[in-house]
């Protein structure tokens, strides 16, 4: 039996300042991937939208779409 094996992950306030740049255009890149990509969402007691996060998988992902896209649109970075 296969166990998940994520212990902590970071909200997307996080990774776009990591990454310099903003939660929407995170929101925007990362719509298509699902939790076999490393997002999830995280639900806390008054929540009722949750707030997007990534594993390290996830985040690893992000910076490849964050790549992909200034490399296609290099005027937008």
């Known amino acids: 039996m296969?166990?998940?094996k994520?212990?902590?992950v970071s909200t997307i306030?996080?990774?776009?300042r990591d990454l310099s740049v903003?939660?929407?255009l995170i929101q925007d890149l990362t719509l298509g991937l699902e939790p076999e990509d490393g997002v999830i969402w995280v639900y806390g007691a008054n929540?009722?939208?949750g707030i997007l996060a990534f594993t390290d998988e996830g985040f690893e992902e992000v910076?490849?779409?964050l790549e992909e896209y200034?490399?296609?649109s290099p005027s937008k970075a």
């Open 22 to 24: 903003s939660e929407a």
């Open 13 to 16: 306030e996080r990774v776009a």
């Open 2 to 4: 296969q166990r998940n």
């Open 63 to 65: 910076k490849l779409l």
């Open 47 to 49: 929540d009722a939208d």
């Open 6 to 8: 994520v212990h902590h």
């Open 70 to 72: 200034h490399r296609l």
